[in-house]
């Protein structure tokens, strides 16, 4: 075999998803969708439309009923934490850790050239279409069917974030590290933007004194600078 010939299998079937994951879906054609990223659409006429619509919808539903969960889970909670709560568990990174715990990316539907780049791992794509697979849930059975399926990763999510303070901001607490330390402040440099205008990521290293201490992706740059400043602190050992 060539070395730079890839073999490329078949993704999991949606109705196999279904089953894996204890889902009772309805419309197969409306997983199919929430599956189906554009570059999978633009190589196969067969395919009807991708999963952005949904992925926006999703967003929003997983929005409101983390939010609803954090404000039951935690009664005393001030209204602020609850705010930094709900953005560290639906942020980019905490949504792909969801979508890899049911190995998502194997029934991902995702063009050739995404495929032989690492797209079935990769954390925005990843973070997309679990956000799309709510909005599927959603439109399919209600908002009971997705908090019952997210509650069990909000549970234990929830539980990490405060262990490890991971609410907290990044680049906040990184700033007070390098400043405790006599260093100048951070800088966060764009390494690389990769991807269409409407689905970009973004590759970010932070920097003091010339010194690369963290490095991180997202769908933006404050994602990707926050994602960045969260690498600085765990090879600090600040953070687990």
């Known amino acids: 075999m060539l070395e730079n010939q890839v073999t490329i299998s078949a993704p999991e079937k949606p109705q196999e998803l279904a089953v894996r994951l204890g889902l009772e879906f309805n419309d197969f054609l409306l997983l199919s969708r929430a599956l ?28 409101f009923v983390v939010g609803a969960w954090l404000y039951n889970r935690y009664p005393e909670m001030p209204e602020g934490d609850l705010t930094r709560m709900r953005s560290a568990l639906v942020h980019t990174q905490q949504l792909a850790d969801f979508a890899s715990q049911i190995q998502l990316g194997n029934a991902m539907r995702l063009g050739r050239g995404e495929i032989q780049g690492g797209g079935r791992n ?29 509650s069990p990763f909000l549970e234990e999510a929830a539980e990490d974030i405060l262990i490890n303070h991971k609410n907290e901001d990044p680049k906040s607490s990184f700033q007070e590290w390098a400043q405790a330390q006599g260093f100048s402040t951070p800088q966060y440099v764009t390494r690389n933007a990769t991807g ?35 690498d600085a602190l765990l090879r600090l050992g600040l953070i687990s």
Do not use: M, W
């Not at 997309?128 to 997705?146: H, K, M, S």
């Open 122 to 150: 990769r954390p925005a794509l990843l973070c997309d279409t679990f956000e799309a697979l709510i909005g599927a849930i959603y439109l399919d059975q209600g908002i009971e069917a997705v908090q019952k399926f997210i």
């Open 36 to 63: 189906t990223h554009r570059s999978f659409l633009n190589e196969h006429a067969d395919a009807i439309e991708d999963n952005e619509r949904l992925e926006f919808l999703g967003d929003a539903v997983l929005d």
């Open 196 to 230: 269409p205008d409407h689905s970009k990521v973004f590759e970010v290293d932070v920097i003091v004194d010339g010194v690369v201490y963290g490095s991180g992706s997202g769908s933006s740059k404050q994602a990707a600078t926050k994602a960045a400043a969260h």
